[in-house]
C-alpha cells in the first residue's frame, strides 16, 4: 500500500462548479498535511496546509482533514480555467525531525468551459 | 529574492556520463531536498539535508550523489548516468518553523541516452 494514495484522473468539472480532490494515508502518526498545485512543465506551489482535524478556508479552498478516516480532501469553489493542474497531496509522517514530507502521485484536474 | 534556484534547466547526457546539478536558496533555509519526478510516480525523495553538514538517503538514493557545500547550496551528483535517470529533477528548501512548507525550484529535465 503506498503511503500517500491519490486518484490519479483526470477530473473534470465544469467552470463555476465545485472540485472536490482526496487523498488518503497511511501513518496514523502524521503530523501536516499539504496541497501543492503543479501546473503542466513547472515546479509545485503550495496552496493550503492544515494540521488539525476539520476544515481551513483560502478564498476559493478548503482543505479538509479527518485524521480517525486517515483521510484529507481539498476543495475548489467557482472553479476557473486557471485552476486546471495537477494536484499532490503531501503528508510528513512525523516520525523524523528532518522534515522529510511524502508525496502523492496527484490527480489532474481539467476545467471545462 | 530568487527562492531556489537549479542549473541547468535542461540536460542531455550520453550513458556512462556524470554530471552535478546545482541548487541554490535565499530563503536562510535549514532543509534542503532532491526529488525526482517521472510521469505517474509523483516526487520521490533521493537525498535530503536536514541541516548544513548533514545528508540522509531518502527512497531512491542509488545511482546518485550529494554535497550540501553550505547553508544555501545542494548539489546532487550522477557518477554515471543511466537511461534510468532521465526525469524531471527538483530542488527545495524548507525550514522547521512548525510549518514544514517547502518551497521548490524550476527543476532541471535530464534526458539520459
Known amino acids: 500500500q503506498k503511503e500517500v494514495e491519490q486518484n490519479s484522473g483526470p477530473l473534470s468539472v465544469p467552470e463555476g462548479a465545485i472540485a472536490s480532490l482526496n487523498c488518503t494515508y497511511s501513518?496514523?502518526?502524521?503530523?501536516?498535511f499539504f496541497w501543492y498545485r503543479q501546473y503542466s512543465g513547472k515546479s509545485p506551489e503550495l496552496i493550503m496546509s492544515i494540521y488539525s482535524n476539520g476544515d481551513k478556508e483560502d478564498g476559493r479552498f478548503t482543505a479538509q482533514l479527518n485524521k480517525a478516516s486517515q483521510y484529507v480532501s481539498l476543495l475548489i469553489r467557482d472553479s476557473q480555467p486557471s485552476d486546471s493542474a495537477t494536484y499532490l497531496c503531501?503528508?510528513?509522517?512525523?516520525?523524523?525531525?528532518?522534515?522529510?514530507?511524502?508525496f502523492g502521485s496527484g490527480t489532474r484536474l481539467s476545467i471545462r468551459p | 529574492n530568487a527562492g531556489v534556484t537549479q542549473t541547468p534547466k535542461f540536460q542531455v547526457l550520453k550513458t556512462g556520463q556524470s554530471m552535478t546539478l546545482q541548487c541554490a536558496q535565499d530563503m536562510n533555509h535549514n532543509s534542503m531536498y532532491w526529488y525526482r519526478q517521472d510521469p505517474g510516480m509523483g516526487l520521490r525523495l533521493i537525498y535530503y539535508?536536514?541541516?548544513?553538514?548533514?545528508?540522509d538517503k531518502g527512497e531512491v538514493p542509488n545511482g546518485y550523489n550529494v554535497s550540501r557545500l553550505n547553508k544555501r547550496e545542494f548539489s546532487l551528483r550522477l557518477e554515471s548516468a543511466a537511461p534510468s535517470q532521465t526525469s524531471v529533477y527538483f530542488c527545495?528548501?524548507?525550514?522547521?518553523?512548525?510549518?514544514?512548507?517547502?518551497?521548490f525550484g524550476p527543476g532541471t529535465r535530464l534526458t539520459v541516452l
Open positions: 539535508s536536514a541541516s548544513e553538514g548533514t545528508t
Open positions: 501513518d496514523r502518526g502524521s503530523q501536516s
Open positions: 527545495a528548501s524548507s525550514d522547521y518553523t512548525g510549518t514544514d512548507t517547502q518551497y
Open positions: 503531501a503528508v510528513n509522517p512525523g516520525y523524523s525531525s528532518a522534515s522529510k514530507i511524502i
